[in-house]
């Protein structure tokens, strides 16, 4: 029987994952706080929901898309929590990065309801999440990975369950670290390239066959107009924000502290997108770590 699932949260990344359920012939209900979102995804074929709460009523899943761990958990937990409306057999995957301490958190009310969660960050970006081929990092128990596998192959290629509740957080924040660092790293040699008079997109050519390619240069190239469709080619607009990268190198230096583990480079990626923050680019996405560098707005 095709599983109804509820999806909440169809921003940048949430309405491509959830237009691909319904390309899938799952039935989807959506849920999300701007009417334009649930709109398009009216538009795409899916049932729409005035509130989070009748949009899990019939849900055999629920699969969240939120900005952070405090949207998280008032969804699940909070006063009018969903754990207190949906049905008994219900699988909660929550695809936030979030901290691994509220997704576990969450999970464990789930438990004491009987209730199953798993966390399942992803990584890819919009282009994956448009495309289906994103990565998802799964924590949780592994039956419920199990039960989550077929859902989540319609929105990724690659599923992996990385260990207990909350792993799934832990190995995708350590993930988004590398990618801040290694993003700011190809924004600074194609900039210093650039600036002595080499066109950005022979040096990404280079870099791309030498020792100092990455993802950031394959997939995402900071500097406008090198690569069609990324963000910088469209002024940034789009794509991960600098305030969602912000936020997971924080929760990354929480995690550092908590664990007693060294990130220098961590830290300083952690400064240099607050400073970029604070300039005004919040809203920007997060490869627009270039304009720092160039000190433009
Ligand atoms: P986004 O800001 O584009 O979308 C978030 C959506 O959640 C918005 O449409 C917002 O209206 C909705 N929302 C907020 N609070 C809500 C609530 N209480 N009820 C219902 N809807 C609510 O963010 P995004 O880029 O889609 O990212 C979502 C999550 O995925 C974040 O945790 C982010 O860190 C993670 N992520 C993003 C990317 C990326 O490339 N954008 C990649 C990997 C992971």
Redesign the pocket.
């Known amino acids: 029987m095709t599983q109804n699932i509820a999806f909440?949260?169809?921003?940048?990344?949430?309405g491509p994952m959830a237009k691909n359920l319904i390309k899938n012939d799952f039935n989807v209900t959506v849920?999300?706080?701007?009417a334009t979102?649930v709109a398009e995804l009216k538009a795409a074929g899916a049932d729409t929901a005035n509130n989070?709460k009748s949009a899990v009523a019939n849900a055999d899943v629920i699969i969240s898309?939120?900005?952070?761990g405090a949207?998280v958990k008032?969804?699940y937990t909070g006063p009018n929590g969903l754990i207190n409306e949906v049905k008994d057999e219900v699988l909660i995957i929550d695809?936030?990065?979030?901290a691994a301490d509220d997704a576990r958190a969450v999970a464990k009310a789930c438990e004491q309801k009987g209730i199953a969660m798993i966390d399942a960050?992803?990584?890819?970006?919009?282009a994956a999440a448009e495309a289906g081929t994103l990565t998802f990092i799964c924590g949780g128990e592994k039956a419920d990975f199990e039960a989550a596998k077929s859902i989540l192959s319609a929105m990724g290629r690659h599923i992996f369950h990385a260990g207990a509740s909350g792993a799934g957080q832990v190995a995708k924040i350590c993930n988004n670290m590398l990618l801040a660092i290694h993003m700011i790293g190809t924004a600074e040699a194609l900039n210093m390239g650039a600036q002595q008079g080499l066109d950005p997109a022979v040096m990404s050519d280079i870099m791309k066959a030498s020792s100092g390619n990455n993802w950031s240069l394959q997939v995402y190239n900071p500097y406008p107009d090198v690569m069609p469709n990324v963000p910088s080619s469209k002024d940034y607009q789009g794509?991960?924000?600098v305030d969602?990268m912000s936020?997971?190198l924080g929760l990354s230096q929480e995690l550092a502290a908590k664990s007693k583990s060294a990130t220098p480079l961590g830290a300083m990626a952690t400064q240099l997108y607050q400073i970029h923050q604070a300039g005004g680019a919040g809203g920007l996405d997060f490869s627009s770590i270039l304009k720092l560098l160039q000190n433009k707005k």
């Not at 898309?65 to 952070?68: D, G």
């Not at 695809?95 to 979030?98: G, K, N, Q, V």
């Not at 960050?121 to 919009?126: A, D, E, I, Y």
């Open positions: 909440i949260g169809l921003g940048n990344m949430g849920y999300d706080l701007n979102a989070a898309m939120l900005p952070n949207i008032s969804l695809s936030s990065t979030i960050p992803v990584s890819g970006g919009t794509g991960f924000m969602l936020k997971d």
